[in-house]
């Protein structure tokens, strides 16, 4: 029988919810582009509910134990006393959300002597050291197009808020407030700007899709371009280096996965490349932009804005410079977990156990790694390497009640 550890993010400050703003979730058929909905043989939760944090347990706890399985949820997991530490020298399974990421570097692979398969919750492995897990023969799997859509929403919400200046308006109201001039004295039109993509997977080309109707132009970078059908229908400009997209942008959005090819990607040097006033909203990975630079650009007045839901490390210490940077509009890494959002990851992280319990091979798009090599997914989106690196300074963050 197996262990499987599941670390997920702490229960709401006031306890975990008895009744919720909605009654239910609207049926969605298929993502776009066809592929099916996770498709567990059945789930034990009701769609809609907090799956994600401790007492959620991403209704799996009934499934496991009645199989004799053991299962361990924990949300603390940083440091050498914490629970993961502890727990994951004898666990085949370790669960885990980017959102609240149980890191798995090279030394905690190392005393995980009996894991089999680090199973993410969600979309984005680079809190696993891809290059150990290949080497120990670790199969990594996540719920790919789970939540993507639910990131677009979000990549296009926060493109809105910094351009139209939204939430320092939000706060002259709550401060009591009137101050028109203050609020539009930074507030512009999205229409006619240039907005731009760092890839265009599922995400990435969601938010092309959704920014169309704004009236924008449209650019993206990918390493592989789009069928011509697209490029013409959403009349996208394709540029053959990230460089020479952002010159040219007033928004740039960042939607690809962070590995070693892509970890700081925007520097001093690419910051220094994009307009002066452009705008930039990373929901992708927070190691993907060069933190200090992203404040000095702020400071500087190089960039207008700056907003996203991604930091390193996560959760990001209480002295982490983008908390108190001019200009910004970040949130916790809360837009791949919707309520909508967990009810497909949960199913989806269901329907990877079973596979793996039953030995049935795991959905080709779910697996990053399988087989000692990239695999699936991870084959066409990651390169080979660890992302890890400076993830042990989560352990600084305290929790305020
Ligand atoms: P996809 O796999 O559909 O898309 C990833 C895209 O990134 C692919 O088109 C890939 O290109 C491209 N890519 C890979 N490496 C590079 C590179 N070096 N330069 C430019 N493009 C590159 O994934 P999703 O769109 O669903 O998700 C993308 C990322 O968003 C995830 O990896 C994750 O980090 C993040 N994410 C964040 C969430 C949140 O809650 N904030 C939730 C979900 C995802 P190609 O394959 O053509 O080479």
Redesign the pocket.
């Known amino acids: 029988m197996a262990k499987v550890v599941c670390v997920l993010y702490d229960d709401p400050i006031d306890g975990y919810p008895k009744s919720y703003a909605r009654d239910g979730l609207p049926k969605i058929e298929r993502y776009p582009g066809g592929q099916t909905l996770p498709t567990p043989k059945a789930i034990d939760f009701v769609p809609g509910a907090l799956l994600g944090s401790v007492s959620g347990e991403l209704g799996l706890r009934q499934y496991l134990e009645s199989r004799g399985h053991t299962l361990v949820v924990t949300s603390d997991k940083d440091g050498p006393d914490s629970v993961l530490e502890r727990e994951l020298v004898d666990a085949d399974v370790i669960i885990s959300q980017?959102?609240w990421p149980a890191y798995l570097t090279a030394e905690r692979i190392a005393k995980a002597k009996k894991l089999k398969l680090a199973l993410t919750a969600?979309?984005?492995s680079?809190h696993v050291d891809l290059q150990a897990a290949i080497e120990r023969g670790i199969t990594v799997a996540e719920v790919?197009?789970c939540?993507?859509i639910?990131?677009a929403e979000?990549v296009v919400m926060m493109i809105l808020g910094l351009v139209r200046n939204y939430i320092p308006s939000y706060q002259w109201v709550i401060k009591g407030g009137w101050n028109i001039a203050d609020c539009v004295a930074r507030s512009y039109d999205v229409e006619g700007m240039h907005v731009g993509t760092?890839?265009?997977?599922?995400?990435?080309?969601?938010v092309l899709r959704r920014l169309k109707p704004f009236d924008m132009h449209l650019h993206y970078?990918?390493?592989?371009r789009l069928p011509e059908t697209v490029e013409k229908e959403l009349n996208l400009t394709w540029h053959p280096t990230?460089e020479d997209m952002v010159k040219v942008c007033d928004v740039v959005t960042i939607?690809?996965?962070?590995?070693p090819?892509?970890e700081h990607?925007f520097d001093e040097k690419m910051l220094a490349g994009m307009k002066r006033g452009a705008y930039i909203v990373n929901?992708?990975?927070g190691k993907i932009c060069d933190r200090d630079a992203i404040v000095r650009a702020l400071e500087s007045g190089h960039l207008a804005g700056y907003a996203?839901?991604?930091w390193f490390p996560q959760p990001a210490p209480q002295d982490h410079p983008w908390r108190t940077m001019p200009h910004h509009g970040m949130t916790p890494?809360?837009?791949?977990?919707s309520l909508s959002a967990q009810a497909r990851y949960a199913a989806g992280t269901r329907e990877i156990l079973e596979c793996f319990f039953e030995g049935r091979p795991i959905r080709d798009e779910y697996l990053i790694v399988d087989g000692g090599q990239l695999a699936g997914?991870g084959a066409?989106?990651?390169?080979a390497g660890n992302a890890t690196g400076g993830s042990e300074e989560a352990a600084k963050f305290r929790k305020r009640a």
């Not at 970078?221 to 592989?224: I, L, N, P, T």
């Not at 066409?380 to 390169?383: A, G, L, Q, T, V």
């Open positions: 980017p959102f969600g979309i984005g680079d790919t197009y939540n993507s639910s990131v979000h760092v890839a265009a997977g599922r995400i990435g080309l969601a970078y990918d390493r592989h990230v939607n690809c996965p962070l590995h090819e892509t990607l929901t992708a990975r996203g839901d991604v890494h809360i837009s791949g977990t997914t066409h989106s990651y390169s």
